[in-house]
């Protein structure tokens, strides 16, 4: 089992940035892929990125490239978003995911955090 615990949402105005982290227990952080997921009212939830094992690979989703960053520390078993330019359409709950894999993929995550609220305002 693994668990994990975002935070680091709030409200920022349109434009700013914002940092989430994901800390993570239970089991050897560094053997996970982890992944960050926002879902929006009304919408499904969606990906947003995802960083290998090593931190050296990452993956992003075309609506958030070249503004969001993901990183990790495995000595503090922690994943972190940056997120910079935010616009109103990226408010949603965001969570973190994490899945025993040797590749970065964009679903079929084993384990969820509770999620954190962001809201951008315009």
């Known amino acids: 089992q693994v668990q994990l615990v975002e935070s680091g949402g709030g409200l920022v105005q349109a434009g700013g940035s914002l940092r989430l982290s994901c800390a993570a227990s239970?089991?050897?952080?560094?053997?996970?892929?982890m992944g960050w997921f926002r879902q929006a009212p009304g919408k499904e939830r969606e990906f947003v990125g995802g960083?290998?094992?090593?931190?050296?690979?990452?993956d992003y989703a075309t609506s958030v490239k070249g503004r969001f960053t993901i990183s990790r520390d495995n000595a503090k078993n922690t994943v972190y978003l940056q997120m910079d330019s935010l616009k109103p359409e990226d408010t949603a709950v965001y969570y973190c995911a994490a899945r025993d894999a040797s590749i970065i993929i964009r679903a079929l995550y084993d384990y969820w955090g509770q999620g954190t609220q962001v809201t951008v305002s315009s």
């Open positions: 960083i290998g094992r090593s931190g050296v690979n990452t």
């Open positions: 239970g089991r050897t952080f560094s053997n996970y892929v």
